[in-house]
């Protein structure tokens, strides 16, 4: 089964790739992983105006920690309005079959956001700042 799993680069996936990896050991299955950035006006102020390109490669950069890991088949990120739209579109252009995200909104807290260095942080929900 093609699987696509909901991950965050601020460190805050931990639950869903070590569900990610179990699904891995499964026969057959292959995982594929993907950040959704929510892309709101309050984040575009905050990051400086960036565009949704720049933000979306930032967060695939992000990914890079798990870029070695041999339980994704792929990993991605994607920029969308809302997390389930940017799920919707994720599973549709990679022909996922199933789908699982962990909402981690509420993770460890402030220095574990990959969006840290950004003035203002990233959002009020990772509390990188």
Same mark, same amino acid.
Request: hydrophobic content about 45%.
């Given at each position: /089964? #093609?699987? /696509?799993?909901?991950?965050? *680069? #601020?460190? !805050?996936? &931990?639950?869903? =790739?070590?569900? *990610?990896?179990?699904?891995?050991? &499964? #026969? ?5 992983? =993907? ?7 309050? /984040? ?7 565009? @949704?390109?720049?933000? #979306?490669?930032? $967060? +695939?950069?992000?990914? &890079?920690?798990?870029?070695?890991? +041999?339980?994704?088949?792929? !990993?991605? *990120?994607?920029?969308?309005? $809302? ?7 994720? =599973?549709?252009? %990679? %022909? ?5 995200? =962990?909402?981690?909104?509420?993770? @460890?807290?402030?220095?574990?956001? *990959?969006?840290?260095?950004? @003035? ?10």
């Amino acid at each position: /089964m #093609r699987w /696509m799993v909901g991950v965050d *680069a #601020r460190h !805050l996936a &931990g639950g869903a =790739v070590a569900f *990610a990896r179990w699904l891995a050991q &499964g #026969r057959g299955n292959d995982v594929l992983g =993907v950040d959704v950035v929510e892309w709101v006006p309050s /984040m575009q102020a905050r990051l400086e105006n960036a565009e @949704p390109d720049e933000v #979306r490669s930032r $967060a +695939a950069d992000a990914l &890079g920690t798990l870029e070695e890991d +041999a339980h994704f088949t792929e !990993l991605g *990120a994607i920029v969308a309005t $809302a997390a389930e739209d940017g799920l919707e579109s994720a =599973v549709e252009a %990679k %022909k996922a079959e199933a789908l699982c995200s =962990v909402d981690a909104r509420r993770g @460890p807290g402030r220095g574990s956001c *990959a969006w840290a260095e950004w @003035p203002g942080g990233c959002c009020d929900d990772c509390r990188c700042r």
